[in-house]
């Protein structure tokens, strides 16, 4: 038999296989804090909970992860975040009751103006504080899939400017620093901060300013693929 034979006769269903889903944390910075998206369940099991955006992976539709994972947070947001990173696979007997189960988390990044509008319009997805959200009682495992990913992000702030991500596609280095000390947990020395970001040469003067406190600050945007660029030291350092 050859494999063309083989697999027209294979039987998918031969083998027992676990749930497969996405998962996906999503961040934002508004009003100082740093903001993740949850969404209540509205079916069985957990029926009620407060839950980290995600769902099955759709054969028919969704060629890779990242699909299914961009689908699902474009339903709940309307627009596709310009950051996603694929952070961590969780699996085990007892973290769904409808049995064995492996998810494939995502990490990603929206400015707070970029999907409000569309948020505003779902009756089930808020965004919460991700402090508050961390002592909630969600879902599945998702306490421990929220706090593994904004370790990781806090690890990425001090090495990168991802955070900006989080920010609209124009901002100021005051608003960039702020969105870094809130996933970090600490201020940062102002000189030394713009001091990396201005030898680093990882933005772009837009030539616009805006009054911040009464001062004209310099609006700034992101250069191409800047967002992989990390820092010979972190930003603590």
Known sequence: MNEEAYLQDYDKGAFEA??????????????????????????HPEKGKWALPGGF?????????????????????????PYIEQLYTFGGA??????????????ALIAHQ???????????????????????????????????????LRQKAL????????????????ELQRVHEAIIGKPLQKKSFR????????LIDTGEKRSEGGRPATLYRMRAKSGDYTFVRNLEQ
């Open 57 to 81: 992976v759709a054969e028919d539709t969704d060629k890779t992860l990242e699909d299914t994972v961009v689908r699902k947070l474009k339903e709940k947001t309307g627009v596709a975040p």
């Open 18 to 43: 676990p749930l497969l889903t996405v998962d996906a944390v999503l961040f934002t910075y508004h009003l100082d804090e740093l903001k993740v998206l949850l969404v209540e369940r509205s079916n």
């Open 195 to 202: 001091r990396r970001i201005e030898q680093a040469d990882l």
């Open 159 to 174: 090495y990168s400017i991802v955070p900006a991500y989080a920010l609209p596609k124009k901002f100021t280095l005051p």
């Open 114 to 152: 970029a999907c409000q509008s569309h948020i505003d319009t779902v009756s089930d997805v808020a965004w919460v504080n991700v402090a508050r959200a961390e002592k909630m009682d969600l879902a599945f495992d998702h306490e421990k899939i929220l706090r593994y990913a904004r370790e990781r």
């Open 94 to 107: 007892g973290r769904d009751k409808r049995g064995w189960s492996v998810t494939v988390c995502y990490t």
